[in-house]
């Protein structure tokens, strides 16, 4: 794989069309700089501050959802893909003018925006109820009627499939392409390159069967190298910038948690706070804790650690992919950037994996909402799938009316209809999902 290719401003949709500007408007901004804001301003993305990230909803504490998490991890990524940008053009001189490499920071950043935005209400609870109830549920009984692709999809639902879903299905009314989107942003987003066919025990993979073609067309534009499969199966090397959204993502995820458990009081201060400092060594240490003598504030003092350990994680990933960019290119890379740590960061990071699992992940306040929002998706999915199977029922009619047009879940072929149902609960607001499953139980009625 080559940068030149890599990086590309075609737009998903737009494809024999020259980049253009709104009318009547002079777009100082590239590509990849409007793909962000398009994006930023969308209502999939808006949504996301009503989607479980790992603790229910805030209360009287405020914790990360899908939106705060996205936009600190597209910060992140930001820096990584200009650290990344400016390393390589130290190392290969010309690399810009041929490639333009220093729109990865812009690349990266959309693609760390949108990573998380085809995820379901409850967080991964939702991805499990879904794979559960085709997989054991009544909806097992349609595993005859589709085709074998298409079952696979469904039974092993992922989020991230369903992200590039998302941002590339032309919805009913909508345009082609879905946000249109450039190849490269696009590619930045799969983070597993292959179909559900390959999805194994992890039940992780990039693209549904209808947007195979797509994802195709793509891979196939920026030269990705692929990769020999038995069977069906499809799978690609990684867009090189994959792994820079993954490291954001990883970094994010891991640190910002224990920030958020110590705010819930799931861990004291000494224990938050020596998570995060063993990421450095003991002089390190005993600097950043008199770096700021008067500040006794102990969420600002988390604060400051929080922010050495992102830098040193971020100065890290790009170091391990600038060194390894030729097998990175060559598809050969292997594992994570995280993966690749060295000592002391590589310790500590496991050490906050295995609290946050021992501590946080499995927590009453996060298994409840585990408990909750797994049944009111399995509940929502079985009575819409109900309706789109048997449209002509009454209840049915009922029911199908409240979704909006924009899902096809009265189309002539039934695994657009099944899809479309997947559509439909994916894009749900936990709260819209609670409000309506109790609508349907008659717990919550209109006021008269």
Not at 17 to 32: I, K, W, Y
Not at 300 to 314: F, K, P, T
């Amino acid at each position: 794989m080559n940068w030149t290719q890599l990086i590309s401003s075609q737009r998903l949709g737009k494809e024999g069309m020259a980049p253009t500007a709104e009318v009547g408007a002079v777009e100082l901004r590239s590509e990849f700089q409007r793909e962000y804001d398009r994006l930023i301003f969308s209502s999939a993305f808006r949504r996301m501050q009503n989607k479980t990230q790992v603790f229910p909803l805030p209360g009287s504490v405020f914790v990360h959802n899908r939106l705060t998490h996205s936009l600190e991890v597209s910060s992140v990524g930001r820096s990584l893909g200009n650290d990344v940008a400016n390393a390589l053009c130290c190392v290969h001189p010309g690399l810009d003018e041929e490639a333009g490499i220093q729109s990865i920071g812009a690349i990266v950043s959309a693609a760390c925006l949108a990573h998380d935005m085809g995820n379901p209400p409850f967080g991964h609870s939702g991805e499990r109820a879904i794979r559960s109830y085709f997989r054991e549920g009544k909806g097992h009984a349609l595993k005859g009627m589709l085709p074998p692709s298409v079952w696979q999809d469904i039974i092993n639902f992922d989020g991230n499939a369903n992200t590039f879903r998302l941002l590339t299905h032309q919805f009913s009314g909508r345009r082609r392409g879905g946000f249109v989107l450039t190849y490269s942003t696009l590619a930045s987003i799969v983070k597993y390159p292959f179909n559900s066919t390959l999805a194994g025990r992890k039940s992780k993979f990039g693209f549904f069967t209808a947007e195979r073609e797509d994802y195709l067309h793509i891979a196939h534009e920026l030269g990705l190298a692929e990769q020999q499969c038995d069977g069906d199966g499809i799978r690609f090397a990684r867009h090189p910038l994959v792994y820079l959204v993954e490291a954001a993502d990883d970094i994010c995820y891991e640190i910002m948690d224990s920030e958020d458990a110590f705010k819930l009081r799931l861990l004291s201060y000494d224990e938050a706070s020596q998570l995060l400092l063993a990421f450095f060594p003991e002089d390190v240490q005993e600097r950043m804790r008199n770096a700021y003598p008067d500040c006794t504030d102990r969420n600002d003092q988390m604060v400051y650690y929080r922010s050495c350990v992102i830098g040193a994680l971020e100065r890290a990933c790009v170091k391990t992919f600038v060194d390894n960019e030729t097998q990175i290119l060559a598809g050969k890379f292997e594992g994570s950037l995280i993966d690749h740590l060295p000592q002391p960061l590589a310790d500590a990071y496991r050490q906050c994996q295995k609290v946050a699992v021992s501590r946080i992940y499995n927590c009453k306040e996060v298994t409840d909402i585990d408990l909750a929002g797994y049944h009111i998706i399995y509940t929502l999915l079985e009575l819409v799938t109900e309706a789109v199977t048997n449209p002509d029922k009454a209840y049915s009619q009922l029911l199908l009316q409240q979704a909006s047009s924009q899902y096809e879940l009265r189309a002539d072929d039934l695994s657009t209809r099944i899809m479309a149902v997947l559509d439909y609960i994916s894009g749900m607001t936990d709260v819209y999902a609670l409000d309506l499953y109790r609508k349907i139980n008659g717990h919550s009625l209109p006021m008269v």
